[in-house]
């Protein structure tokens, strides 16, 4: 099957999810779904990254890589800053002030995570390095002790590999065994065949909420109560959900929970992983270290209690702090009124790039946001990348660590636009613009 046949072409009409998107626009408009929505200022949102006021080999920055990293507010940026100059200690140990001061503020951070996703204790909040940790830690934790051979693992075709790779290690380990969730042609799950594999031997469903490579959003909170129905336990990869969709881990149900600091505007380093309380307290540690114990002899160890069980030596401390920022940060703006105005600039920009000839999107699920994946027949993603660098537009190209997806829709690569709540209609505008280069360069 060509990529021609699976997505949807230049000059072909929009696809349903874009009907799905003006329907909703209508509805925010008229202030059904929420009314901050015309209070959103793009320009003022803007000001607040400074990276976005710089150049690139001459032209302005139009960064378009949000799904591998967002930039940072300043707010975010001070927060470092000022950790460093003003409060800069070890927590939990010491008992002089700048230790209690950074205990504080790390714990702070995690009370609003706790509230960002509902959570109902600040124990079910781990803090990790990213989401690809949170995924490992539950494998290894959870997974060791609860599946052995013959029981299955289900994931979806459209996992990043940190939703992948952590379980075949697992699966090598116990002897359990990975099944696959199939998507159709538009990207969406096949829920009938996830029914299907559904069963007895399911130990656990793990998978992503909004696909960096389609965009596609789950029905997470189906996927959960089929799988809880089925006696499975649930694990939502949210990395990149969080920054355009409200999340309420306790309306999903799912039993755990990951996600990115770095892809909601927060710093690298740093991530959550949410789990349930009565699972996290089942499980064995991760790490073992300083700070996740209660008491060490050399003949027998008792653990700390939640989370700090979870977070052996000392951890991302500014990161931890700093992410509370991007969350209060993200918070302040709404959540939904970025989700409306991404829909804004994801439907313009499918539109506009529609109309450049030989250009096909993959991914157009009726229930997607932030991602416009393609390929430009006759060109290298790779050179469309490049020569969209050349003109100031970065962009991400390949495979978007997602190889199963590529392999699903016979393609070697894509090319990525990703948006952000700072992106606009005029930086597509300068994409389909630099597209036309592309064009011309290979025509
Ligand atoms: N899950 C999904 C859905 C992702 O998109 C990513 C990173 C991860 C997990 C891993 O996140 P990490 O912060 O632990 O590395 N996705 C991408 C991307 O699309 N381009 O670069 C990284």
């Not at 499980?283 to 653990?303: A, C, H, K, L, N």
């Amino acid at each position: 099957m060509t990529p021609a046949q699976l997505g949807v072409r230049a000059g072909q009409t929009a696809p349903e999810w874009q009907e799905t998107a003006r329907e909703e626009d209508k509805r925010m408009r008229n202030g059904e779904l929420n009314k901050r929505v015309n209070t959103f200022d793009v320009d003022a949102i803007r000001n607040d990254f400074p990276i976005l006021k710089q150049c690139v080999h001459g032209r302005p920055l139009v960064y378009l890589d949000n799904a591998a990293t967002t930039q940072k507010p300043q707010e975010v940026i001070d927060a470092i800053v000022r950790y460093y100059t003003e409060t800069n200690a070890n927590i939990h140990r010491g008992v002089h002030l700048l230790s209690e001061k950074a205990t504080k503020e790390h714990e702070d951070a995690r009370k609003i995570v706790k509230r960002f996703l509902n959570a109902s204790s600040t124990q079910e909040i781990v803090f990790v390095r990213g989401c690809t940790e949170a995924i490992n830690l539950v494998a290894d934790s959870w997974g060791s002790e609860n599946l052995g051979p013959g029981d299955e693992i289900l994931v979806s075709n459209m996992e990043h590999h940190s939703n992948i790779v952590p379980w075949q290690l697992l699966c090598q380990r116990t002897g359990a065994v990975l099944k696959v969730i199939p998507i159709d042609d538009a990207g969406d799950l096949l829920m009938d065949e996830y029914q299907k594999l559904l069963g007895p031997r399911t130990k656990i469903v793990s998978v992503v909420h909004l696909s960096n490579a389609l965009g596609t959003i789950n029905p997470v909170r189906e996927i959960t109560r089929l799988a809880h129905e089925a006696g499975a336990r649930v694990l939502i990869d949210g990395a990149q959900s969080v920054p355009h969709i409200p999340v309420d881990v306790q309306d999903i149900g799912c039993d755990f929970f990951a996600f990115s600091g770095h892809k909601i505007y927060g710093p690298t380093g740093i991530g959550v992983l949410y789990g349930k309380r009565e699972l996290l307290e089942a499980m064995r540690p991760y790490q073992g270290g300083g700070d996740m114990i209660s008491s060490v002899t050399f003949e027998e160890t008792t653990y700390n209690a939640l989370p700090y069980k979870f977070e052996a030596g000392t951890p991302n401390i500014e990161g931890a702090i700093a992410l509370g920022t991007a969350i209060e940060y993200v918070e302040r703006i709404g959540l939904e009124a970025i989700a409306a105005h991404e829909r804004d600039v994801l439907e313009y920009g499918a539109q506009r790039l529609l109309e450049t000839p030989g250009v096909t999107l993959i991914g157009t699920s009726r229930h997607k946001a932030s991602i416009l994946s393609f390929v430009l027949e006759g060109v290298h993603p790779h050179d469309v990348g490049t020569i969209l660098d050349q003109e100031g537009v970065a962009i991400r190209t390949g495979h978007h660590c997602v190889q199963p997806v590529m392999k699903r829709y016979g393609i070697p690569a894509t090319a990525r636009v990703s948006l952000a709540c700072y992106n606009t209609r005029g930086e597509i505008d300068a994409l389909v613009a630099g597209l036309k280069k592309v064009v011309e360069i290979f025509s």
